[in-house]
């Protein structure tokens, strides 16, 4: 596997113009995430045809899907190989000058073409892409302790339902919840602070400062006897007010303070006086401006998706689990992160999850569609076998990038697959999920009591509904006779 892992980082390098064309390296479940200096050295054909990879994502960051386990790997030995930390930017930030070289006036003209495209396209980033990667970049690192967290609460709430029928008895059962519990409230109860911390990080402020904007959330030093007041409506302020949400927003200005005082206080004193000064004008405005204001936001989405799926029922399912797909592909689903947790926040569990979830249903049906109906194609049944086991665990994007996608059509049948399942959830209704991260059969042990049996059913109609439609209208005769992949 070493030897796999080596020779996978080699070739992405090579096709990405070479270790000094990179200034940052990220993974997160499936993907390694690479800030380019120069798309104009970027073989996209060639890192598509590159062993081990199952799909390209072109961003604002190059995304190269590689899948779950591998792609841990892989990004440790890139990010070792160029000498740096993972999700450290080089300290230079740009490449290494190459010598010039002596080239045609036609191979002279395509380079300054490939260079006004490259810089262009940096120009055009729309402003929500750089809103999109930032909280990606917030929230990703944070996906393994969610899940982790999550089932262990997810198995302590279950034990919780034995004791008291008395199907299990005893201290050491007792004790076994209580450790459960205690592991998962060390992630959600202070979560503020570990968003406090990664948002600083992600907008270049000092993430011992963003952790303590985060904590001013939790307003734990408050008086009961004398709670600080809303300003807008004279009600006392609430503890997490504004959640996640209000941090991001609180930790960006903080960022834009730090970064001023830094540049006009004198470096004799800076240690000491743009901390203080940082916290204490953030500190007043997070608490005053921002928790209140975050907070009217926070509630109006919830409420918002709460009004959706109850008078939407069966249909408001069937949308929002039909287009799941087509936002990840754009990254449009990053923005959904703190809303599933201003849910958990506000009910105990998120119902958005096990809609979305659904999507990743919808693909594995297709898959097994393609599986039968393209025998003949070898390429393709092998990269479905490889695909196929995560995708049934909750990881899509090796099936959306490796097979589904590049065919077209069986995309379109998928999505519409998990559809149907997302409309089975949202007519059945009482299903959420207590913690975010896994969709598919491993987003089970996060189910909110009572839902599991409705979220598998749903499951299965994702499964059978994305099956049907790919078998009967999800191929032609090239993809079923090889010519295509």
């Known amino acids: 596997m070493a030897d796999k ?23 997160c479940m499936t993907r390694i995430r690479m800030g380019v200096i120069d798309g104009s050295k970027v073989d996209l054909d060639g890192l598509r045809a590159v062993d081990g990879v199952m799909g390209v994502v072109e961003d604002e960051t190059l995304q190269i899907v590689l899948g779950p386990g591998t792609v841990s790997k892989v990004a440790q030995k890139m990010a070792d190989m160029a000498g740096v930390e993972l999700g450290e930017e080089r300290p230079d930030g740009t490449a290494v000058e190459e010598p010039p070289t002596s080239t045609s006036g036609k191979e002279d003209v395509n380079a300054k073409a490939e260079e006004v495209h490259a810089q262009v396209k940096k120009k055009n980033q729309k402003p929500w892409s750089k809103v999109l990667k930032s909280i990606a970049n917030i929230f990703v690192p944070l996906i393994p ?17 034995m004791l008291e029928a008395g199907t299990v008895s005893g201290d050491a059962w007792v004790n076994i919840v209580s450790v459960g519990s205690i592991i998962q409230s060390g992630v959600f109860t ?61 930790v960006f200005l903080m960022a834009q303070v730090e970064k001023w005082l830094h540049k006009v206080v004198p470096d004799t004193v800076d ?44 249909f408001a399912g069937f949308v929002l689990g039909t287009l799941f797909l087509p936002m990840v592909m754009f990254g449009l689903h990053q923005i959904l992160t703190p809303i599933h947790l201003s849910l958990i926040e506000t009910y105990g569990s998120t119902s958005l999850l096990p809609i979305l979830a659904m999507a990743g249903a919808g693909q594995v049906g297709a898959a097994f569609a393609l599986w039968l109906r393209c025998r003949n194609n070898k390429k393709l049944t092998e990269m479905i076998k490889g695909a196929l086991p995560v995708g049934i665990l909750g990881i899509g994007e090796p099936l959306i990038y490796g097979v589904t996608l590049p065919l077209g059509r069986p995309f379109i049948t998928a999505c519409l697959g998990g559809g149907i399942g997302g409309a089975v959830v949202g007519l059945l209704g009482g299903v959420g999920s207590i913690s975010i991260g896994p969709s598919g059969l491993a987003l089970i042990p996060l189910i909110a009591e009572g ?35």
Do not use: C, H
């Open 5 to 27: 892992v080596t020779k996978l980082a080699e070739e992405i390098y090579e096709y990405v113009g070479g270790v000094n064309n990179v200034n940052k390296i990220v993974n």
């Open 271 to 314: 240690i000491i006086v743009t901390p203080v000064l940082t916290l204490a004008a953030m500190g007043i405005v997070t608490i005053f401006f921002i928790m209140p204001l975050a907070g009217w936001i926070s509630d109006g989405l919830v409420g918002g998706i709460t009004w959706v799926l109850g008078v939407g029922g069966g």
């Open 145 to 161: 302790a969610f899940v982790g967290a999550g089932i262990i609460g997810g198995i302590a709430s279950v034990l919780t339902n």
């Open 451 to 485: 839902g599991w049996f409705v979220y598998v059913i749903s499951l299965i109609a994702g499964y059978i509904g994305g099956f049907v439609l790919t078998y009967f209208f999800g191929t032609n005769e090239d993809i079923r006779e090889g010519r295509i992949m």
């Open 190 to 250: 202070y979560l503020v602070i570990y968003v406090g911390i990664n948002a600083a990080r992600e907008f270049g402020a000092s993430p011992s400062l963003g952790g303590v904007i985060g904590g001013v959330t939790m307003l734990t030093g408050m008086s009961e006897d004398m709670p600080l007041p809303n300003i807008f409506t004279g009600e006392p302020l609430a503890e997490g007010q504004g959640g996640v949400i209000g941090v991001i927003i609180a």
